[in-house]
Structures are given as C-alpha cells and as structure tokens.
C-alpha cells in the first residue's frame, strides 16, 4: 500500500499554467513498483480520469480533453508524480486527486476506494 499527498493547486487564469505534485508518504514497498493516476471530481460531477504513468515512466495515458495540454511524468527517487497542466480552461476547474496503484491505462475511477484529500484547480475565464 501507499499513502499519497498532493499539492500544486490554486487560481490561475484560463490559458495559465500548474504543476500538481503527488508525493508518497507513506508505502509498503518502493515507489517505483507503482503504476500512477491522476483524476479529477468538478462540481456536481463524478469523479474522472485524467492522466496515469507506468512504473518507470515508459507508458503514459491521457484522457482526450487534455491531450496535447497535460502532462504527467515521475520522479522516483523523490517518490513524486507531477501533472504539468498547460493552456488551462474553465472546463478543468476541479479538485485533483492522485491514487496507486491503478490499473496500467484508461482507468475507471469507480473502481478505486480511499481517496485523499486532493488539491483545488480553478481556472478563471
């Protein structure tokens, strides 16, 4: 198992720039044995995936609304995933969550139980 925390969230305008950090605080075992996703819950809306890493940060997925915006890569040795978020809109204001292990891909968040508290997106028009 894994504990997680994440931080990097705030206000920014539409067309700023975040970078959310996932940072391991607590495992049963090495972070690098752990596949990594990020999901988000706006507002009256279920909880969705965004973005997910492999282990050794080989394979990414990325949900098509942030395709070409998002990115989501990994430091091991400081047991932290990032989400490095790009010409932000008002349609990702949300609260970020990070979760391992996942499922290597497109995930279905539903499936996952124990989420933490995650960090506050809000991007202004």
């Known amino acids: 198992q894994v504990q997680l925390v994440e931080s990097g969230g705030g206000l920014v305008q539409a067309g700023g720039s975040l970078r959310l950090s996932c940072t391991a605080t607590r495992l049963t075992t090495t972070f690098e044995t752990y596949n990594v996703g990020w999901f988000r819950q706006a507002s009256g809306k279920e909880r969705e995936f965004v973005a997910s890493i492999s282990r050794s940060g080989t394979y990414t997925y990325y949900v098509d609304s942030v395709k070409g915006r998002f990115t989501i890569s990994r430091d091991n040795a400081e047991k932290t995933v990032y989400l490095q978020m790009n010409s932000l809109k008002p349609e990702d204001t949300a609260v970020y969550y990070c979760?391992?292990?996942?499922?290597?891909?497109?995930?279905?968040?539903?499936?996952?139980?124990?989420w933490g508290q995650g960090t506050q997106v809000t991007v202004s028009s």
């Open positions: 979760k391992a292990p996942v499922t290597l891909g497109y995930i279905s968040p539903s499936r996952y139980q124990d």
